[in-house]
Every structure is written in structure tokens, then in C-alpha cells.
């Protein structure tokens, strides 16, 4: 069974910065993409960066591209987000998702993930 735990979220001003974590335990078979998604109030849950287990496999939603950087630990338990540039439209529910990685288009649909955490939350004031 796995498990994720995320930690790092908080309260900025726009063009602050922030790191998210993500702490994952269980069998790596059914982790082998883990990333984020994030949700604001009255919206849908989207993807916002996703990484693979092997050599460079990223995936971004457009709107946080050379904003924002995922990368893991090499014994592939942590994985973070660091977020740059921070703008008021980044605020949200961030959470944290695992699963075994869907085909290459399907990278960043929530519906394609098992393993969720129990969110942070994140709000960049003007």
C-alpha cells in the first residue's frame, strides 16, 4: 500500500517562492510516476508536474513551465516541487499522487492516479 505525505506549503506574496514535499512508502512498482496536481476553490483538479522513475521523465502543465521544478531523491521516496516566481492564480489545495505511470499523454489527468495525499495548502498573496 502506498502511502503520501506532503509537507512545505504555506502563505507568500506574489514572486516569492516555496518548496513542497512529498515522503512515499510503499513498493515502488506502484509508484513509478509520482508528482502534483492542485485544486483552488470552484475548479477542477489539474496536473501540475509530474516525474518518472528513469532518466529525465518531466511533465508540466503549460501555465507553471520555467516556473516550476519537480525532481525526486535518488532512493525515489521523496519527491518535491519547487515553485518559483509564485503568482495569485498559483493558490491552491496542492496534493501529492502516485501511481504506476500511465502512457505519456495521460501524465497529468488525476484520473489516471491511485495514490493520493492529504493535500497543503498554498496562497500567494498581490
Known amino acids: 500500500q502506498v502511502q503520501l505525505v506532503e509537507s512545505g506549503g504555506g502563505s507568500v506574496q506574489a514572486g516569492g517562492s516555496l518548496r513542497l514535499s512529498c515522503a512515499a512508502s510503499?513498493?515502488?512498482?506502484?509508484?513509478?510516476?509520482m508528482g502534483w496536481f492542485r485544486q483552488a476553490p470552484g475548479k477542477e483538479r489539474e496536473g501540475v508536474a509530474i516525474?518518472?522513475?528513469?532518466?529525465?521523465?518531466?511533465s508540466y502543465a503549460d501555465s507553471v513551465k520555467g516556473r516550476f521544478t519537480v525532481s525526486r531523491d535518488p532512493a525515489w521516496i521523496t519527491v518535491y516541487l519547487q515553485m518559483n516566481s509564485l503568482k495569485p492564480e498559483d493558490t491552491a489545495m496542492y496534493y501529492c499522487?502516485?501511481?504506476?505511470?500511465?502512457?505519456?499523454?495521460?501524465?497529468?489527468?488525476?484520473?489516471?492516479?491511485?495514490?493520493w495525499g492529504q493535500g497543503t495548502q498554498v496562497t500567494v498573496s498581490s
Open positions: 499522487a502516485a501511481s504506476s505511470c500511465p502512457r505519456l499523454g495521460d501524465r497529468l489527468a488525476p484520473s489516471a492516479y491511485d495514490y
Open positions: 510503499g513498493p515502488t512498482y506502484s509508484r513509478t510516476c
Open positions: 516525474i518518472a522513475t528513469g532518466p529525465s521523465s518531466t
